[in-house]
């Protein structure tokens, strides 16, 4: 593989796209009207689209994607320098807490926010012990 994308359905391109620019304090490096994409890491880019775009692909085959609203359908889970700062940012722009910042019995300190759309973000640190 070369590259990995994740690409997410929202309700509003430009709502989603606002609150993931302020969220990752980075600026999308593609923004036109059907398609947002941020660079995480050299390898992995996370995209937005506009649930009537990928309804239009999807044509009859599968359910259209608004029909999941609120519903949890993907997780972002991302390992940051400092998960409190990306959870209270995250919920200043209106994302929803959904579970605190504690260690986890996987290794990682996680909290979890939901996004505009109900998509679950998860920022991840180190454990520290005490």
Known sequence: MK????IIYVADLRKSKEFYEELLQTKPILDVAGMTEFKLTDYVKLGLMPENGIAKILSDKLPHPNRGKGIPRCELY????????????????????????KNRDWGDKVGYISDLDG???????????E
Request: avoid cysteine.
């Open 3 to 6: 590259e990995i994308e994740f």
């Open 78 to 101: 991302l390992k940051v320098e400092n998960a409190e700062e990306y959870m209270e940012r995250g919920i200043q722009l209106g994302g929803k807490e959904i579970s605190e910042l």
């Open 119 to 129: 998509h679950i973000i998860a920022f991840a640190e180190q454990m520290i012990i």
